[in-house]
């Protein structure tokens, strides 16, 4: 199409989410909208944190768009930072596998599960399978579910 150069046909560049764990992890990581606010997952709990701020520049422009001078400082873009799971990969797959396999012998509309290291109390995998499941009346997202509850303070919890 760029060949072509078509008036009012225009190319962009545009940056498209990988998943590397697949369906398995997606809900994990969660998702964006298209000015990059987090909608889900860790990109929803933590889009302050992630998303950084952006920079500006006040300048003047001569009548065919070039830059003549900078008007005020500049204040430049800071990155977001950097945020580092506790997630196991293989026990996020093979309890992802495991958990979908239960919701469809069971016939249920939706699964979730928490595996922890009851050593450290870190979590290892939180899958959850379907879009949306009820809980308790409300609606939740694949990506909350699992730890969308808080057990009660008598359940015991058991390595």
Not at 43 to 71: M, P, T, W
Not at 86 to 99: E, N, R
Not at 121 to 139: D, I, K, N, Q, Y
Request: hydrophobic share 35%; charged share 25%.
């Amino acid at each position: 199409m760029a060949a072509l150069d078509l008036k009012g046909i225009y190319q962009r560049k545009e940056y498209r989410r990988q998943y590397p764990e697949g369906e398995a992890a997606a809900h994990v990581v969660g998702f964006t909208n298209v000015e990059d606010n987090g909608r889900g997952g860790v990109e929803l709990a933590f889009n302050k944190d992630l998303g950084g701020r952006s920079g500006s520049r006040r300048v003047i422009k001569d009548r065919l768009g070039r830059i003549v001078e900078d008007v005020v400082e500049q204040v430049p873009p800071v990155d977001g930072r950097d945020l580092t799971l506790s997630i196991d990969s293989k026990v996020q797959f093979f309890a992802y596998q495991k958990l979908r396999d239960a919701v469809i012998a069971n016939k249920a509309g939706a699964g979730s599960v928490v595996v922890l290291d009851t050593t450290t109390g870190e979590v290892l995998a939180p899958p959850t399978t379907r879009a949306t499941t009820r809980t308790s009346g409300r609606t939740c997202r694949a990506s909350s579910c699992a730890t969308a509850r808080s057990p009660t303070p008598s359940s015991p919890v058991r390595p």
